[in-house]
């Protein structure tokens, strides 16, 4: 009797170590965010001057969603990936005057990824505080919001020897900032434990202005016809291109049954100072010795489709199909949802605005609705006390199929599914789908200032806080 169940609990034991064995290990996750770029500077989309070998190799290698969404600048895209919900129901309504602050009150990614075991890393840009806390009084820090290690600036790296924020100590650096940013996070990730995964997010700010880079990279522009600041900018997107060769290179030579998924995106259209920099005039359209722009109208802080559609492009060994695209209406705001799955995580807030996409990933039916609709906006009202009658300046609605727009107060309807410059108004051929979509902005504007936090704090303080020449927003 007692051989018999000594034979039972070792095969139980068995059975559960098999079991143990055979439970997916949860993957490491590496998410890449440049500044001010966007599909046209890359050449997996056409561009003929831009040099991104690296980049356009690892869209070879993935999965790329080619109808991704972001906010139209810095600060607000930030703000939704890391609470998966628009940036003004966060408070994030600029880029400066304390309208960047994250609203202190509510969760974040990095904290979502550690309650599923995950170490976290950040290295970069932050641009969600310009204050050292929120209006609730907590802490707006990365390092105290749920990353182990934030090495990181408010806004923009020096470009060279840049000095960063090491949770909280002021470190020196040498070397550009991009080099320094992708070595700082190699170098983390092979401090980390082997037993656990790992969720890195390395946010450059180039090659957002100021505008410089080593030379040879500008060298690689000589004779382009480009501007000379053209040509830098191309150099800056050419330098974080070769970083991203370096860190797939070390990924290539780490040994570990965890895989790691290496995510690129951007964080709103391309730029110079602003969408005129890159060679957009006001209503969008690029002009005579413009930077190559994909097909798209529109550059950052504008409300065409070439300010928020951006590359995402996602690599997972053995997952994801190589060369592969999904059109899915997909956003910033899918980020959180998706990492929580990744990574176990029930999620209860009934406030979140995105939507998973591992299933679109495991190429199995996607969770987005096929009536989904996306609400972008400018933003960037010069000061808080303009907030109610800015509702429609700068403001888009997109479905699958149209984006609405309003433009010097006129309503334009695009179906840009079938007209991907957005050339062609058919607003008089669709009226009920502009009625249907204007309804939905106001409904959704009459909600979303409710978190406009940080405006309605100015607004009932009176202190408002305006822009100036020396706040000017980038």
């Known amino acids: 009797m007692r051989i018999t169940i000594t034979i039972i609990t070792l095969l139980m034991g068995l059975a559960g170590a098999f079991a143990a064995e055979e439970k997916p290990l949860k993957p490491n996750i590496i998410l890449v965010l440049t500044d001010d770029n966007a599909w046209g500077e890359l050449g997996q989309s056409g561009n003929k001057l831009i040099k991104t070998p690296n980049i356009d190799r690892l869209a070879e290698q993935s999965l790329r969603f080619t109808n991704y969404h972001v906010a139209p600048s810095?600060?607000?895209?930030?703000?939704?990936?890391?609470?998966?919900?628009?940036?003004?129901?966060?408070?994030?309504?600029?880029?400066?005057?304390?309208?960047?602050?994250?609203?202190?009150?509510?969760?974040?990614?990095?904290?979502?990824?550690?309650?599923?075991?995950?170490?976290?890393?950040?290295?970069?840009?932050?641009?969600?505080?310009?204050?050292?806390?929120?209006?609730?009084?907590k802490s707006l820090a990365p390092y105290d919001r749920g990353f182990d290690t934030a090495i990181y600036t408010y806004n923009q790296l020096g470009r060279f020897d840049p000095k960063l924020n090491h949770n909280g100590e002021i470190k020196q650096h040498k070397g550009y900032c991009a080099d320094v940013l992708f070595e700082?996070?190699?170098?983390?990730?092979?401090?980390?434990?082997?037993?656990?995964?790992?969720?890195?997010?390395?946010?450059?700010?180039?090659?957002?202005?100021?505008?410089?880079?080593?030379?040879?990279?500008i060298d690689l522009y000589a004779g382009s016809g480009l501007t000379k600041n053209q040509q830098v900018y191309y150099a800056?997107?050419?330098?974080?291109?070769?970083?991203?060769?370096?860190?797939?290179?070390?990924?290539?030579?780490?040994?570990?049954?965890?895989?790691?998924?290496?995510i690129f995106m951007t964080d709103n259209g391309h730029a110079i100072a602003g969408a005129p920099?890159?060679?957009?005039?006001?209503?969008?359209?690029?002009?005579?010795?413009?930077?190559?722009?994909?097909?798209?109208?529109?550059?950052?802080?504008?409300?065409?489709?070439?300010?928020?559609?951006?590359?995402f492009i996602l690599r997972w060994p053995g997952v994801t199909k190589p060369n592969s695209t999904d059109n899915t209406l997909t956003s910033a705001l899918d980020i959180l949802p998706t990492f929580a799955e990744i990574a176990g995580v029930k999620l209860s807030d009934p406030e979140l605005q995105g939507y998973s996409l591992l299933p679109n990933v495991l190429g199995k039916s996607t969770k987005v609705p096929s009536d989904r609709m996306l609400f972008t906006?400018?933003?960037?009202?010069?000061?808080?006390?303009?907030?109610?009658?800015?509702?429609?300046?700068?403001?888009?609605?997109?479905?699958?199929?149209?984006?609405?727009?309003?433009?010097k107060g006129v309503r334009k309807l695009y179906a840009y599914a079938d007209d991907r410059g957005e050339l062609t108004d058919v607003a008089a051929q669709h009226p009920e789908v502009v009625e249907e979509l204007t309804k939905a902005q106001d409904k959704w504007w009459q909600e979303a200032k409710k978190g406009m936090v940080n405006d309605l704090e100015q607004i009932r303080t009176g202190k408002i806080r305006r822009q100036g020449k020396d706040n000017g927003a980038d």
């Open 184 to 217: 700082q996070g190699m170098k983390w990730m092979e401090s980390c434990d082997k037993d656990k995964p790992y969720f890195m997010y390395l946010a450059t700010s180039i090659p957002h202005v100021p505008l410089a880079a080593p030379q040879r990279f």
């Open 377 to 407: 906006h400018v933003g960037r009202w010069e000061s808080s006390d303009l907030m109610e009658q800015s509702q429609f300046k700068g403001a888009s609605v997109l479905t699958s199929r149209y984006r609405l727009t309003w433009e």
């Open 236 to 262: 800056m997107v050419s330098a974080a291109d070769e970083n991203v060769g370096k860190l797939m290179a070390w990924l290539g030579r780490q040994k570990s049954k965890r895989e790691t998924i290496l």
């Open 74 to 137: 810095c600060s607000p895209s930030r703000a939704e990936l890391m609470s998966g919900k628009h940036e003004f129901f966060v408070g994030v309504t600029h880029t400066i005057l304390g309208r960047e602050n994250l609203r202190d009150d509510i969760e974040i990614l990095p904290q979502i990824m550690k309650r599923g075991g995950y170490q976290t890393g950040m290295f970069g840009k932050w641009h969600l505080a310009s204050e050292k806390t929120g209006l609730t009084g």
């Open 277 to 311: 920099g890159a060679g957009h005039d006001h209503d969008g359209f690029l002009k005579e010795g413009g930077l190559f722009n994909a097909g798209f109208r529109g550059g950052k802080g504008q409300q065409w489709r070439g300010s928020t559609c951006v590359p």
